[in-house]
């Protein structure tokens, strides 16, 4: 199942957020491919306010992953690998725990550890059409 979705404003990405839980209501996996700047960061934001996230959300471009609690109690992740150096430092956070935990992860930049995501995710890539910036969003399940 594949899906497509566009916008223009920030405002305009919690319904694409709530299309996308909705079309995939039982998978925890999800990557974020786009070009630097394109709002992969930003549509992450959007996600977790419709997840009901309690936590201050950011890039955990230097952690490589933040963890965020929801207003039920459960954990979401949120992965940046895209100052990863090496695969063994994705080992070194103990990467398994949180793809197999049963929680929400979303996953930026996941080209960098193609080799070791699960076998079923949903890829979520976006492209910016800087022409109109217009943000065009395309879902499939993986």
């Known amino acids: 199942m594949s899906s497509k979705m566009s916008c223009k404003t920030v405002e305009e990405l919690q319904p694409i957020a709530d299309a996308l839980l909705k079309t995939f209501p039982n998978e925890r996996i999800f990557t974020l491919q786009g070009e630097l700047g394109a709002g992969k960061t930003t549509f992450i934001k959007a996600i977790c306010k419709q997840l009901h996230v309690m936590d201050a959300t950011n890039s955990p471009s230097f952690a490589i992953v933040n963890e965020y609690n929801t207003s039920d109690g459960t954990k979401l992740y949120h992965f940046d690998f895209y100052r990863l150096k090496k695969l063994e430092e994705v080992y070194d956070i103990g990467y398994e725990e949180y793809f197999y935990s049963g929680n929400y992860c979303f996953i930026e930049w996941p080209e960098l550890v193609a080799d070791i995501l699960p076998e079923s ?22």
């Open 121 to 142: 995710y949903v890829e979520i890539k976006i492209e910016w059409n800087l022409i109109d910036d217009t943000r065009n969003f395309f879902f499939e399940k993986r």
